[in-house]
């Protein structure tokens, strides 16, 4: 199968979301840092780039964060040279391997909201080069964590309050807020 990789601009102008015609990985993968790379030899190996701030894995892309000196004209086809030979070659995303399917825990109502979150955000977010995940719902306040192109966003905070607020409070009346929790 030949590999191929075209970029599309995010919301986020640090991140360019790197796309290949084959699944990377069922679900997501994070590393906001050259330490927390450690386990992956594919993130491992596109820090060794010193322009490379950040790497995140989703379906069938890897969202790049690049450092605030670096151009994209200039990096833009050395990463796109270097995921293209990572996916051929097969480089691992995270060395063990873990359960597909997500496991929603917590009360009925949690339930629901991870399971909006899941089949409606989710698969925007993703289109954004980004990741949603559940981390608590108190006294009428879901509080989420936003990854990839999300985190540091300027327009994140819009998504959050016009798109995943609205849209929980119309399908889950005791939702009165939604927060994002920082990195």
């Known amino acids: 199968m030949t590999i ?14 790197f796309m290949v015609n084959k699944l990377l990985i069922n679900g997501s993968e ?21 322009f490379v701030n950040g790497v995140f894995f989703a379906s069938n892309f890897v969202t790049i964060t690049k450092t605030e000196d670096a151009e994209w004209g200039d990096i833009e086809p050395i990463l796109k040279e270097f995921v293209k030979g990572a ?5 691992k995303i995270k060395e063990e391997t873990t359960g597909d399917a997500p496991a929603f ?16 955000v989710r698969p ?10 559940y981390k608590s ?5 879901v509080t989420v964590e936003l990854r990839g192109s999300c985190s540091g966003c300027p327009s994140s905070t819009i998504t959050l309050k ?8 119309r399908m889950v009346p005791e939702v009165k807020e939604v927060v994002s929790e920082s990195l």
Do not use: W
């Open 137 to 141: 719902f108190d006294e009428g306040i």
């Open 30 to 50: 994070d590393f906001a840092t050259q330490e927390s790379a450690e386990h992956s030899p594919f993130a491992k190996e596109l820090f060794k780039f010193n």
């Open 162 to 169: 016009s798109g995943i607020q609205n849209l929980l409070q």
């Open 87 to 91: 996916v051929e070659s097969e480089y």
């Open 124 to 133: 925007a977010v993703e289109q954004d080069g980004g990741a949603i995940s």
């Open 105 to 120: 825990e917590g009360s009925d109502l949690e339930i629901k909201i991870q399971q909006i979150l899941h089949d409606y």
């Open 4 to 17: 191929n990789v075209y970029t599309e601009q995010t919301p986020n102008p640090a991140t360019m979301k």
